[in-house]
């Protein structure tokens, strides 16, 4: 089965940090959070990728064109111009890179990718996001409810603590609360290709009339996910997330 991961966007709420890399190379632990992403896969034998590239692709690509070489012992032989791999990296990863364009939308990018697909069924997500999900679980839900999309709906996060006010009179502080009863795209979906005929253009977004077409047709399947999952679109959050690997603590890195 191949994973789909929508890499393309500009990330411009981390500020400096994506001035000179795209969003999911930014790194968490060392690595870019891509790569986390793909670990996830991997460890549920997902290792077939398509990435849709466009904000500072390059980056991306020289990436996994250098893995080997940065991420193993090396010899260097210097009278032969040689370089000899010491060691084997371990993961078996087959990754396609496919242009997709700076400010195409999402859905425009799962058409760019369409041609790509070699099975029915595939899993998509974003290059942003780190859930400690298990995607077992995720193909099962979908394959009973047989419909052609599943969407991972996690809890809405926290909201803000909020003030009871009367007469200018605080009443009643109320500290903030994850709401459980509300859920949200979580990221992590699993589509049948026909899903992809719901995207009309290359400028729909993929969460907006596309996702509303499924629901008019009740072809949308919730796989509800209550374990860790957690977005990267601020330096808070990105800190967040570094401090969790640098403290061993990290849910979403089973592998290790």
């Known amino acids: 089965m191949q994973a789909v991961i929508l890499a393309g966007g500009l990330g411009s709420r981390l500020g400096k940090e994506t001035s000179s890399i795209p969003k999911p190379m930014v790194e968490i632990g060392g690595k870019p959070i891509l790569w986390h992403i ?11 990728f398509i ?11 020289d990436f996994f064109i250098n893995y080997s070489n940065t991420f193993t012992n090396l ?29 195409t939308s999402t859905g425009g990018r799962l ?3 369409s041609d790509y697909l070699e099975e029915e069924t595939f899993c ?19 394959q009973k409810s047989k419909k052609l999309v599943t969407v991972t709906a996690v809890p ?26 509300k859920r949200i795209n979580g990221g992590y979906f699993v589509l ?27 072809q949308l399947n919730a796989f509800s996910f209550d374990g860790f999952w957690h977005p990267m ?24």
């Not at 974003?126 to 839900?141: H, P, R, V």
């Not at 809405?156 to 009863?181: A, H, M």
């Not at 679109?233 to 290790?256: C, F, G, H």
Request: charged fraction near 25%; proline fraction near 3%; hydrophobic fraction near 35%.
């Open 38 to 48: 793909m670990k996830t896969y991997d460890l549920y034998g997902i290792n077939n």
């Open 51 to 61: 990435i849709a590239c466009g904000y500072k692709s390059k980056v991306i690509k």
């Open 75 to 103: 010899r260097v032989k210097f009278s032969s111009n040689q370089i000899e791999q010491l060691q084997e990296i371990k993961e078996k990863w087959t990754i396609t890179l496919i242009e997709s364009g700076l400010s």
């Open 111 to 113: 058409l760019k990718i």
């Open 124 to 142: 998509m997500t974003y290059g942003d996001g780190l859930a400690a999900i298990n995607i077992s679980k995720l193909l099962e839900s979908h």
């Open 156 to 181: 809405s996060p926290p909201r803000f603590g909020d003030l009871e006010i009367t007469n200018g009179n605080v009443q009643k502080f109320n500290e903030k609360t994850q709401d459980s009863n």
């Open 192 to 218: 049948n290709k026909a899903a992809l005929n719901y995207i009309q253009s290359e400028t729909e977004m993929w969460e907006e009339e596309p996702i509303r077409r499924l629901i008019s047709e009740s």
């Open 233 to 256: 679109d601020t330096i808070r959050d990105k800190n967040y997330l570094e401090n969790l690997v640098s403290q061993r603590s990290a849910p979403w890195m089973k592998w290790k």
